[in-house]
């Protein structure tokens, strides 16, 4: 079983930047690949980026490529999402995810509360 709690939503102006965290409970954390997905109210969840185990292959979703950095620490058993350049369209509530990686929420077997992240244009 994995635990997982996001932090450092909130509420940045368009072109701000904030880094999310997400921690997870310690035991287990290496293993999994990590993901963050986001939903936006009326909208479907959609993947943003994944990290592998070790944290040596990163993958993107086109909307964020560019602008979005994920990475993982497996001593503090957190991964983070940084957010650069952001945009209204950015606003959403953003999850964390751990299981097989890829763009698919079916690989991933535990997830985060969310956090919610709001972009004032």
């Known amino acids: 079983q994995?635990?997982?709690?996001?932090?450092?939503?909130?509420?940045?102006q368009a072109g701000g930047s904030?880094?999310?965290s997400c921690a997870a409970s310690p035991r287990t954390f290496s293993v999994y690949?990590?993901?963050?997905f986001r939903q936006a109210?009326?909208?479907?969840?959609e993947f943003v980026a994944t990290i592998s185990?070790?944290?040596?292959?990163?993958?993107?979703a086109d909307s964020v490529k560019g602008r979005f950095t994920i990475s993982r620490n497996n001593v503090k058993n957190?991964?983070?999402l940084q957010m650069n350049s952001l945009r209204?369209?950015?606003?959403?509530?953003?999850y964390c995810a751990a299981g097989s990686s890829g763009w698919y929420e079916g690989r991933y077997d535990y997830w985060?509360?969310?956090?919610?992240v709001t972009v004032s244009s």
């Not at 209204?88 to 953003?94: I, L, N």
Request: net charge neutral; charged share 15%.
């Open 2 to 12: 994995v635990q997982l709690v996001e932090s450092g939503g909130g509420l940045v």
């Open 18 to 20: 904030l880094r999310l």
């Open 33 to 36: 690949a990590m993901g963050w």
């Open 41 to 45: 109210p009326g909208k479907e969840r």
């Open 53 to 60: 185990r070790t944290g040596g292959t990163t993958y993107y």
């Open 78 to 80: 957190t991964v983070y």
């Open 88 to 94: 209204a369209e950015d606003t959403a509530v953003y």
């Open 112 to 116: 985060g509360q969310g956090t919610q």
